[in-house]
């Protein structure tokens, strides 16, 4: 929002205002379920591991969430610095809290009885008014006290904190960005890990052509010692097999993909990145006699060149445009009249293609290329015979045709 607002534009605290009364419409909990986000997928892993069995947190086919979700949240989504939020608590050099709704566990009873379900784990933590009192820079925690009654204290990470002064749809695609690329991760560590438990006997390994070359390669201007370069060989060797490992897996992940359901992610083949230099094959046998040749041929070896012909057809455009007769008269005339205006604007055309153009054309094509000197286009050649080879008759040909063809 910006300080200085331009005039007929709506005033700044009226802005203000409306996204005021917008935000505070807006619960947290109805926009996060409109784009797909519920509660469990938010509980961090502290709360959810406890209560799930070895196998419900281990098993092949374990949904369990294992790694944060603040690990994962995007600050760019954030309106404001944390200075920022810290500041806008700051009245009259008096701090004061920052209303929040935040995501902490739900307060239950000693006697209330808890399951596994869906539902439950849904209600396992609840969005509570809190008011925001402190920020540890070294942990990145704010420190929270719940408004529902009971002050509870909590130290919890800002993907969990929901300002009432930032847009609940920003901070819900926060939420959801987070939630994605945490599910991308624990998917990728899985597979990498799965990879990791493969047995490598009878995989195909480098040979010893193959591991002499990378290590002439590797070696040929550096000092090393034996013993290093075998046990660089042997984890090579390693990353290769793992390598081929991965290529046969994902065939049969593609063959199979009812046997394995508990992979749900494979990593992307990256395309093949196209530098910014290089060479390509053009199949010509002679690439300079051909280069050499091209610029023989062409006119346009030089910016001059270009600059000139842009001059020419500036000025055949230009009379293009010129209207022989004359079409607007005004008001009703007498014939006699009439033909003296039509002799009239003939007459001024016809002048003006006889003097003024051609000086306009001479003058244009001389300035830009009375600095080329020498060569193709010397504009001191009075050699006749030079001239008729010369890059520049053609120039002259075809400027000459391109105003016969305007006129």
Not at 242 to 270: A, G, H, S, Y
Request: overall charge positive; proline content about 4%.
């Amino acid at each position: 929002m910006q300080q200085n607002v331009e005039p007929k534009r709506i005033p700044r605290n009226v802005e203000m205002e409306r996204r005021r009364r917008l935000y505070r419409n807006l619960k947290i909990q109805d926009v996060l379920e409109e784009i797909g986000v519920s509660p469990k997928q938010m509980l961090p892993p502290s709360a959810t591991l406890p209560l799930l069995t070895y196998e419900e947190t281990y098993g092949l086919f374990s949904t369990a969430h294992f790694l944060p979700l603040e690990i994962f949240d995007d600050e760019e989504y954030d309106c404001r610095t944390v200075e920022d939020w810290i500041n806008l608590g700051v009245i009259d050099g008096t701090h004061y809290p920052l209303p929040a709704t935040v995501f902490v566990p739900r307060f239950r009873s000693e006697d209330e009885m808890f399951s596994l379900e869906d539902n439950q784990l849904n209600k396992l933590f609840a969005w509570t008014n809190a008011a925001v009192t402190h920020y540890d820079r070294e942990r990145k925690l704010w420190t929270v006290l719940t408004l529902d009654g009971r002050k509870r204290n909590f130290k919890i990470p800002r993907i969990y904190i929901r300002l009432f002064a930032e847009d609940p749809r920003i901070y819900a695609k926060r939420v959801a960005a987070a939630i994605k690329h945490r599910r991308i991760a624990e998917a990728s560590i899985k597979y990498h890990f799965y990879l990791d438990c493969m047995l490598m006997e009878g995989m195909k390994t480098l040979n010893e052509e193959e591991k002499e070359t990378i290590v002439r390669l590797a070696t040929s201007n550096s000092r090393y010692k034996h013993k290093y370069v075998t046990l660089l060989m042997e984890e090579i060797c390693l990353d290769y097999q793992r390598t081929m490992c991965d290529l046969t897996w994902r065939q049969m992940i593609q063959r199979n993909p009812e046997m394995f359901k508990f992979v749900t992610w494979m990593p992307d083949i990256e395309a093949t990145r196209v530098p910014k230099k290089g060479k390509i094959d053009t199949g010509m046998t002679n690439f300079l006699k051909v280069r050499q040749r091209t610029h023989w041929i062409t006119l346009y070896v030089h910016e001059e060149v270009y600059q000139a012909m842009a001059c020419v057809m500036a000025e055949c455009m230009y009379v293009s445009s010129m209207n022989l007769f004359a079409t607007s008269y005004g008001k009703q005339i007498r014939l006699l009249e009439f033909e003296d205006l039509q002799s009239q604007a003939i007459l001024t055309v016809i002048k003006y293609l006889k003097e003024p153009w051609l000086e306009k054309i001479t003058q244009s094509v001389r300035m830009c290329l009375r600095d080329l000197g020498k060569g193709w286009f010397n504009l001191e050649q009075k050699n006749h015979g030079v001239y008729d080879v010369m890059k520049l008759k053609r120039f002259m040909n075809l400027t000459t045709l391109c105003m016969q063809v305007r006129i």
